[in-house]
């Protein structure tokens, strides 16, 4: 142990190695500094704890800004957890990370052999290597994969090890993934982050790169699609945004340059796997999937997966698709093999193992299992295959009624569970609470398949425990992340994924077709911008409205009042609201009801509840937003809180924050225009935003103008709208002084020009819809064509003055409801016609009827 320092030195280093109950990886066993962190303890000692402390906001602030999360989900709802980054980096020498690599890939190598072999010959199971209980017990073990021809000798693409040191200084092995190994991502962004809270440490250290590992990532996946390898269509097969780790799916696709996609987004034909697009179906080469084994393939695995795509394993089998990893990889990951892993290697490489595993002994033979029944209390046990709710139990933390229940499991079914060695792992510096402590830590490795073998990530990601002394380091425990720095004795040269033409060659541009998944949800998420928008523009007035427009009895004016609420629930669609059965008593007491449309998440329609369906719709395509606009996204979620500063007294409050909303909702439109190129994906955001704020404009002006009312109500409501309209200063500016309803209706309903007004937003329509993708060129007019050419005509043919005619008996202006009336009918319309034509195909795209209709479709 190392001896106590002087606390009174200021040296955080010196303070550390008095808290060391373990081995260490600054200090070592002897309680002497290891040289290669060095550099460390003096940039900590140099900083101090207010400069330590300042370090990691500057990463989490990063971190928030380039929203990466690790999602803890419950169903349909959950939570999006900031992903956590400890400032003090783990170092790992040159010389050490020598030794590891060689144990790394030895290990790779061996996984691919036992991979190929378990759906091959089975020489391991015939020759009793391994036993077969073992193998075919576990539920990761795939028999509709069996005989399947892998087109690769390496089909083992990526895989991971979690790593940590033991207490004799060695590192040992836990586990290893290899259907989907995750963390690649958090380990690229975590390098990212810390390059830029230290630049001068990383220099000085001469760390390795990670990029590097990437390159080879993206040649063999170009190398295993059955055709056009010159230029095949790979894509990242997704759970989805309620996945845990959707965020690094998101960001490998965008960072590796391939399509993001969900299993609905694909479809078998003929045997072969197709893309929807816009432009119709396109053939998919290969699939990097993230997706595990038995959620692939709801005809030939799971049946009840609403997460793959139906006939994937037979156009796998057909040889018409390459997946990354092979599905049945997943057997792997049996923590029983652990035990016969150094006969594994001796049978196929005639090698012992250069990296140890953790000692395991599986409960399957006699006298194993035995040896784990007498040592319950020293052992852990784990089941062979992991679950919903999987988790290790320590024997030493359990009751003896507890161990009397594990031991009834073991004997139940013996061949399912193992016991492995209680390994102390190995601490490293932390940040906790402002101070730096020993916390247990794990390394997860990850290698990946090249021409010559296996490539090993330099470093990889590291978790550590959140309290001191707990052995369990997991995310979802609230564990920390570490960026692991591996240190070379000589300057690194910078790596880049980018790629070096000839000078005197032109690259031709390549565009990738929107997937229907990814225009859907594009659409919607302008549909719930504008939607959000538009319902707290009239909120803000609502409540300024009943702050400030009083008489002299300290009377709100009814009229007025009670016709902006009617109007809120026409344009949230929230009835009965302030309109139905019982709105008498909401529109003499609204803010219960205003209250609940602010802050009601369970409530459609409610503010809340659009906004979490724009968070939904937007992290859904969240690989399609640049890095600023996401921050807006980020920004919002974060902002908007609950209903707890709402009260009559404090409106203002309320004020406040749907001005900020506002004003993010503003700013997310703005930089969706400026930054992101006018192509598919830009033309059906607009066009949801454009189909959206014409339909609440509508909603609006059918509530507030089409009634009759005094000269007073009605100028004052022509007012509000051209607030919540943000056209009051067009208005100005256009007709000074005059207030009456046919200039009004000319402004925000035919002004072509006037970027508020139905007619701009109908040209935009009409051009967008004439811009988006079709199979072939025709001369005909296609459905959703003609709507929105019907809708803008009747627009343009009106006369302001013939709508505001107010008939008697009526009550109402019956021209301006009727055009209104139509105007929504059409543009619902529309909505159908654009969701049925660009969504959804069942046919290659060469296979499209040149005259393609919704119906045909």
Known sequence: MPQPANLHSGSISQAYATKLQAYDEMFAGEGQLLPHWQPLTQELDQLGREGLRRRQQMALRLLRENGVTFNVHNGLRGAARPWQLDPIPL????????????????????????????????????????????????????????????????????????????????????????????????????????????????????????????????DRLARLAPQNREDPRIVVLTPGPYSSTYFEHAYLANYLGYTLVQGDD???????????????????????????????????????????????????????????????????????????????????????????????????????????????????????????GYRALFGAQLSAAEQAAVRERILRKPHLYIGQEMVSFSTAPSLVDGAVEPRNAVLRSFLVAGDQGYNAMPGGLTRISPLAGDLVVSNKAGGLSKDAWVLSKEPVHYVSLWRKPKLDQVLPFHSEPLPSRAADSLFWAGRYVERSEGMARLLRSIFLLRREMRDANGEIPKPYLHSLLRALTHVTGTYPGFVGE????????????????????????????????????????????????WRVVDAMRQDWGNEEDVSEPRSYRVEDRLNHLIMQLVAFSGLGAESMPREAGWQLLDTGRRLERALGLISLVRATLVPRMEEGVQRQLMETVLVTCDSLNAFRRRYRSYMHLPTVLELILMDPHHPRSLAFQLDCLQQHIAELPRAQPSQRLGAEERCILEAYTRVRLADAAELAKVEEDAGIAPALDDLLAAQTESLWRLSDLITSAYFSHSLPAQQLSPQRTVEEL
């Not at 290899?178 to 380990?187: C, D, E, F, N, V």
């Not at 998440?601 to 719709?617: D, I, K, V």
């Open 266 to 388: 694909l479809s078998v034909r003929d045997g072969r796997v197709w893309l929807k697009t816009l432009e119709g179906l396109r053939q998919v080469d290969v699939i990097l999937r993230r997706l595990n084994d038995d959620y692939c393939d709801p005809l030939e695995l799971r049946e009840d997966s609403q997460l793959g795509v139906t006939g994937l394993l037979q156009a796998a089998r057909l040889g018409h698709v390459a997946i990354a990893n092979p599905i049945g990889s997943g057997a792997l990951e049996n923590p029983g093999l652990t035990a016969f892993l150094p006969g594994i290697a001796r049978y196929l490489l005639g090698e012992d193992l250069k990296l140890p595993s953790v000692a395991t002994w599986w409960c399957g033979q006699e006298r194993e299992r035995d040896f784990v029944l007498a040592n319950l209390n020293r052992l852990v046990i784990k089941p062979i295959h992991r679950t919903r």
């Open 582 to 629: 019982g709105c008498e008593k909401r529109l003499q007491k609204p803010l219960p009801e205003l209250r609940s449309l602010l802050f009601d998440s369970g409530r459609t329609g409610s503010l809340t509840a659009t906004l979490e369906s724009f968070g939904q719709a937007t992290l859904s395509v969240r690989d399609y937003w640049p890095t600023e606009v």
């Open 91 to 218: 170092f790992i020498s040159a010389d050490e990370w020598v030794a590891i690599e060689a144990g790394l890939i030895q290990r790779a190598e061996l996984l691919n052999l036992i991979l190929a072999d378990l759906y091959g010959p089975q020489r391991l199971l015939k020759d009793g290597i391994v036993p077969p209980e073992l193998i075919f017990a576990h539920a990761g073990f795939q028999r509709a994969v069996v005989g399947m021809n892998y087109p690769d000798d390496r089909p083992l693409v990526l895989c991971s090890s979690n790593l940590a040191r033991g207490p004799d200084g060695r590192m040992w092995v836990i586990d290893d993934r290899t259907q989907a190994p995750s963390g690649a991502g958090y380990a690229l962004e975590n390098r990212m982050v810390m390059t830029r809270i230290a630049p001068a440490l990383f220099r000085k250290c001469h760390v390795k790169r990670l990029a590097a590992f990437f390159q080879p990532l993206r």
